[in-house]
C-alpha cells in the first residue's frame, strides 16, 4: 500500500492537517471488456498540499489524484494506458477552499473533469456534500464519458453497472431522500442485474464498527451476487463478503486500484 499526503480541513482557520490517502491495490477476477484497470474512490475530502499547488490555489484533492496515480502507482502495476483504465465514483469530493471548515458543500465537477480527462470513463453518484455547477439542485452535464448515476443503469465494456446518488434522511435536505423511498429505488435497480451497483451510502458491514443502512443490507442479502461500491462511512477493513455471494467494497476515504 501507498499513501498520498494531503491538507485535511480542520474546525475554525489554520486548524488544517497534514492527513494520509492510502492507495491499495486488488486483483479480481475479471475487469469489464478492453480494460486494464479500474480506479475506486469516495470521499476525498481535502485538498493538495502548498508545496504541489506552485503558490496557486489548492485545488481539490481528486483533482490531482489522476495524474499522481499515473505518474506513481501505474508504473509499479505495469500500467501503461490510462485509456485503458476506468474509474468508479462514489461521492463526497468536496472541501472547503479555506480548509476551516469540515463536512463543506460544494462543486465536484472538476473532480470528475479530472478523472474524465485521464481515463477511459467514469461512472459514479453523488455523496451528500456534492453538487455539480452553480445551481445547488442541477444534475451535472457532462462530457459522453462521464455517467452520473441516480436510479439508473448502464452497460459499459459489457457489465451492467447501476447507482444511486445521496444518502437516506430527510427529503428536504441536499442529495438526501427518505428510507422508503432509496430502499425502493434500490429494489428496482436489483431487478435489472446490475455487476457493479455504486452508491453513497450503503448496507451495514459484518461487524459493528462497520455502520451503515440495516435496510440496504437486508435488500443486498435478499439478491443476487453482485459487487457493492460504497463510501460516506468510514470501515477499517474495507471488503466483506455476505452469505449470497455478495460483495461490498467501501472506499471511504481511500483509492483501490483493481487489477486482473
Ligand atoms: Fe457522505
Redesign the pocket.
Known sequence: MTEFLYLNAGRGAGAFYQDRLPIHHTQVNQLPEGLDAVIVAA?LQGRERFQEANGGPLRLLGEVVPQRLIDEIFPELGLTDPFRVAAFLA??FYTVPALDKRGGTGDVSSVWKAFGENFAWVAGVA???DTFGENRDASPRFPGHLHYLDGDTIELCGIRLGGISG?IGNSSRHQRRSEDDYLFTLELLLEENCDVLLM?DGPEGLEPSQRGSLGIRTLLEESQDALVIR??SHWDDPFIQFNNGLQVLNVDARIVVLTE
Open positions: 470521499d461521492g463526497d455523496g451528500n456534500h444518502i453513497h463510501g460516506h
